[in-house]
């Protein structure tokens, strides 16, 4: 019984060990903006941007979360260049306003894919197993 419990417990160190290699790898998604008609890559964000993402309140944008996740995300067009060469032209006051250049809707579709990549949002639920009395 204890060599079990120790071989359950090997296993699942191993599993662990995996799973946090696996989350280190930088991820990549392609997706199409109508408005834009054209495609824009994303990349999953790691825990202390995600962090840094729900941290933001602004009560004169409610999206200003999702748009700041965008502005970190996007990676093709380097969204980051594109908001340096507008902020330097005077067409936009901070950074991550450079995410206006979406639809509102389109920003809450785009949000919700990086966290989907990100392994905010998933489609697997945990679940109750029901234990067997003995």
């Known amino acids: 019984m204890e060599q079990k419990k ?10 662990a060990v995996q799973r946090l290699k696996d ?3 930088r991820r990549y998604e392609t ?25 933001i309140e602004n009560t004169d944008d409610p999206n200003a979360s999702d748009k ?9 067009p380097d969204l980051k260049a594109v908001a340096m060469e507008l902020k330097e032209q005077g067409e936009i006051k901070t950074y991550p306003e450079v995410v206006d250049i979406f639809e509102m809707s389109e920003i809450a579709d785009i949000a919700t894919e990086i966290m989907k990549l990100s392994g905010v949002i998933g489609s697997k639920k945990v679940t109750v197993v029901e234990e067997l009395k003995n």
């Open 6 to 15: 120790d071989d359950i417990f090997k296993a699942f160190t191993a599993k």
């Open 23 to 25: 989350k280190k790898v």
């Open 31 to 55: 997706l199409y903006v109508p408005s834009l008609d054209q495609n824009i890559k994303i990349r999953n964000l790691d825990y202390p941007e995600i962090v840094e993402c729900t941290e």
């Open 68 to 76: 700041y996740c965008i502005y970190l995300a996007v990676v093709e």
